[in-house]
């Protein structure tokens, strides 16, 4: 008797504690649920448009949907699964409540049983489901985050080049790689939380309140109080991640310099310099970082693990942001011109050009006043004058990098404006002093924005540039890589392969801005002679500091401080006994004190 009444009151107990348990479980992980689903919803509904950021976040989020408009059936797929997989996951309890029965009661045995498998069942189901679910989403995110990179890459590609001149590699860079990724991942979670919590929301609160709304009542007693401090928490967040972003950038703008320039760091021992440097802008971010750490504490302390998502959400939402920065930012390019004439001649006019490069035309800022005939065709024209004079700006001018501010450049007697830009580019070949060669072999290089060229044209512009010869002497001829910033070949030979590329697509303007500056007197005679039989299609403009290169120019133009000072032949600015014969008096003297000092 006393034995069967102990095992009564065991029962009894026991029935108590898994309820106990049970209720604990249940209400804990329905009140997080239910604030989560509650914030999410709320952050989308209670958006007072007199507040910006909220304006921005809903904006950003907005048209980061965008994006995701092409995956709609996928994601009607995904959708399906998740409810599936939520009503599996949401009825669990229900069994555990009738295993509960069970232990109260054990008159009924099969309950225990049947409850048991329904549950292995529905959990093997559920589990299934949501594999599916996560594989077909991940997949599918994964695709919009290469097409979001791919399209910020090229909102930067299009910008004007004095927005590369003003914004620094590494910030680029930091961009399209660490923005983008923290947009994905904001735009994956933000969509996944919503299926899944408002999923789970429905069949949790039909369970409920099948069950109790008494109980209902009790557990979501609790929401307001942990409501506020994820909320808060989730827009310091945001207010961070910018910072963080910024100072990121600037890190990987330092990294990014060092590692494109690592000769001169290595030339000037600076290593530890820059290394100090980059640790320094590493401090900044790890301060930011830990009030980041702080917000992030803050908001799990406050509630469960599923509660994390929001203020992370938050934070990526704050970088997109930037991202929409450059894609909403409209290049300050013309638009593209219509002409592209089947036969051009390549005489080029400067008709009274201004020029500076932060816009003001006052004494202190012109950097350009140019009014003459620049290249005429079959001709060599050379370009000369001091340092910082104004000569490469006039290339630049002639690409469109930059347009001028006043008068006009004339193609053929035509705006230069008015011409299709990828026509341009095609029929004006310029190779400068620091020609950049890719990390690519060096047929990629030569074949560079022409890659339809035959191997035969390719041979032929090698062999104008004097470059053939050593390539066929390369490890792998013209498959050889040319290295980072091509590395792999010497100065010299770069400018060689860089003049190729620049033939390659037989221009009607080929610009030579100090371009043959690193060959040996050998090559660079060649190089010219070559060039000279090239000229007879096309119109040269050669910019040299060599004055022996200069004087073969059919027509020379002497520029001092932007303007034109001097135009002639070598032998009428010679007689003229000004700027130009005092430069080719300067080099020769030095040239003298150089031989005497070598002999
Ligand atoms: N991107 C730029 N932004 C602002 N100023 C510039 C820029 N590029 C050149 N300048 C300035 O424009 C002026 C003319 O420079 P430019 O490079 O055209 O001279 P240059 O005659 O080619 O000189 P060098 O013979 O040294 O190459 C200089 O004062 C230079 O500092």
Known sequence: MVILNLSFVLQVLQGYIVTLVAWLYWSRYVSSLLISWGQYISSFIKRTPSQKPKEETGASLKRLMGYMQPFFWRFVAVLILVFLSSYGEMAIPQYTGRMADWIMNEEAPDAFTEAITIMTLMTIASAVLEFICDLTYNITMSRIHTSVQGVVFQAVLKQEIAFFDATSTGELVSRITTDTNSVSEALSEELSLLMWYTARFGFLLFYMVSQSWKMTLLTCMGLPIIW??????????????????ESLAKANQ??????????????FAN??????????????TYALNKKEAAAYAASTWANSAVMRYYPQVKKAIGASEKIFEYLDRKPQVPPDGTLAPE?????????????SYNGKLNEENLVLKVCTNLSCPGQIT???GLNRSGKSTCVKLLERFYQPIGGEILLDGKPLKSYKDQYLHDKIAVVSQECVLF?????????????????????????????????????????????????QVSGGQKQRIAIARALIRR?????LDNATSD????????????????????????ISNKMSVVEKASHIIVIDRGMVKEEGNHEELMNNKGLYAGLVEKQNKSCFRNEEELN
């Open 382 to 384: 050379a370009l000369v």
């Open 343 to 355: 036969n051009l001649q390549g005489h080029i006019q400067f008709k009274n050009v201004t020029f």
């Open 439 to 487: 990390a690519r072999s060096v047929r990629e290089n030569i074949k560079y924005g022409y890659e339809h060229a035959s191997d035969e044209e390719m041979h032929r512009a090698a062999n104008l540039a004097s470059a053939h010869k050593f390539i066929m002497e390369l490890p792998n001829k013209y498959d050889t890589d040319a290295g980072e910033k091509g590395g």
């Open 507 to 511: 221009p009607k303007v080929l610009i």
């Open 519 to 542: 060959l040996d007197t050998e090559n660079e005679y060649q190089v010219h002679q070559a060039l000279t039989d090239q000229a007879k299609d096309c119109s040269v403009l050669l």
């Open 228 to 245: 506020v401090i994820p909320k808060l928490t989730g827009r310091f967040h945001q207010t961070i991640a910018v910072q963080v972003q």
């Open 254 to 267: 330092v990294a990014t310099e060092t590692f494109s320039n690592m000769k001169t760091v290595r030339s």
């Open 271 to 284: 290593e530890d310099g820059e290394t100090e440097k980059y640790r320094l802008r590493l401090e900044d």
